[in-house]
């Protein structure tokens, strides 16, 4: 597999590679079911207002992503590694992260 980024800093469009380009594609009010994107890059996208259900984003990367407002439901969140974001309000199960974290 390979090595994970650590950084998106000066990551371009040209850097891009893949069997299959789509660009500029409207997609609004689409379903999507049973695909595989498995070892695609999906950049510059707006996924605003989805829904992401029964989704396997299992050894993903996120990067410069906008999550402000999510809920995540029953999901599963084992070893996963948050660095370097704004957690401003981050609440799991009740409890406000940003806090507890301000505390320790």
């Not at 650590?6 to 049973?34: C, G, P, V, Y």
């Not at 401003?88 to 301000?102: A, D, M, T, Y």
């Amino acid at each position: 597999m390979a090595e994970k980024p650590t950084s998106f800093d000066n990551k371009s469009d040209d850097q891009l590679s893949a069997n299959m380009f789509i660009e500029n594609a409207d997609l609004r009010q689409s379903t999507l079911n049973q695909n595989s994107f498995a070892g695609s890059v999906i950049m510059k996208s707006d996924y605003s207002d989805c829904q992401f259900l029964r989704v396997n984003l299992q050894d993903s990367t996120f990067g410069e992503v906008t999550l402000d407002n999510t809920r995540l439901l029953q999901c599963s969140l084992k070893n996963v590694h948050i660095e370097a974001s704004n957690i401003e309000g981050l609440v799991i199960n009740g409890i406000n992260i940003e806090k507890l974290i301000e505390k320790g």
